[in-house]
């Protein structure tokens, strides 16, 4: 059976990975008590009438303090069963979670008359320390949105599931940041720009005529083929090192036009080789 444990910090997207792994197939248990998990097992699910071979489980700091303190042992035991287990872990630094308690007017978990928010917070990251110091995986979701999480957990656990190399390839604009969890960057820029064209300003990489633009442009297929020809040699390499997943990010200035259409012919290309490719444009979300 395969167990992922999803845990991390209130407020860093635990329940948004959960809702994938549900989609994903998973039966998915959010908050169970840590001194239940001794007894997750493939057998003890069917004596209960779960025929199930996949599941996923939500901890959090709210499980007793001696329970998590015990995660690290917890977890060995149940590897020593041929469990197949991995720990996805998120996080986001402590301005980020502030300010989506305050967006969403959600009560922490671990506030209260005494405890400010802020406590909780900091509280919150000491208790779960433990299981961060276990995890396969630790995510930081400072800077993605639900859709970005989303991709990057099924992403991961496609790759993981299926002993394939699972493939998301991005684009995004520079000016809004570099996205995070990202394996390979190109910079597209040096291209020519539809958004100095001003019938093509306000459209995007998807419509057919900013394709038309860019495909009638000599250095966007050397961009390109420079691009997959570089994939293309070293992505079996890091198959071949047992990594499940990789992230490849193609930006320009605003994420719209030069990246977006780099990224689907890319896409397009690798789902020649590869069963999981995914592509999400970041900007256009």
């Known amino acids: ?49 779960l025929d199930f071979d996949r599941l996923a489980i939500g901890v959090d700091s709210r499980a007793r303090q001696t329970e998590i303190a015990e995660f690290s042992e917890r977890i060995d035991a149940l590897r020593s069963d041929d469990l197949d287990i991995e720990i996805i872990y998120l996080y986001a630094d402590e301005d980020t979670i502030l300010r989506r308690y305050s967006e969403t007017r959600r009560k922490h978990p671990l506030s209260n008359d005494q405890r400010s928010l802020i406590d909780a917070v900091a509280l919150d990251t000491e208790l779960t320390q433990p299981i961060a110091s276990k995890a396969d995986i630790s995510i930081d979701t400072s800077r993605l949105n639900i859709h970005q999480l989303r991709d990057i957990i099924r992403n991961r656990v496609e790759g993981s599931s299926s002993g394939e190399l699972s493939i998301l390839v991005q684009s995004f604009g520079f000016k809004y940041g570099l996205p995070p969890a990202v394996d390979f960057v190109f910079d597209v820029r040096c291209l020519p720009n539809p958004h100095w064209v001003p019938e093509l300003r306000a459209l995007t990489g998807q419509d057919a005529a900013v394709a038309e633009h860019l495909a009638a442009q000599p250095a966007t297929h050397e961009m390109r083929d420079d ?59």
Not at 1 to 28: H, P, Q, T
Not at 239 to 260: F, L, N, P, Q, W
């Open 227 to 285: 691009i997959v020809r570089f994939l293309t040699r070293w992505l079996p390499d890091f198959a071949r090192e047992d990594r499940t997943y990789i992230t490849v990010a193609i930006g320009c200035t605003g994420g719209k036009h030069r990246s977006v259409y780099l990224a689907e012919q890319i896409t397009e290309h690798l789902r020649r080789q590869y069963a999981n490719v995914l592509v999400r444009h970041n900007e256009l979300h």
């Open 1 to 49: 059976m395969r167990l992922i444990v999803v845990s991390g910090l209130a407020g860093a997207g635990k329940s948004v990975a959960l809702n994938m792994l549900e989609d994903l197939g998973y039966y998915c248990i959010d908050n169970l008590p840590l001194g239940l998990l001794r007894e997750v097992s493939a057998d003890t699910l069917r004596r209960q009438g």
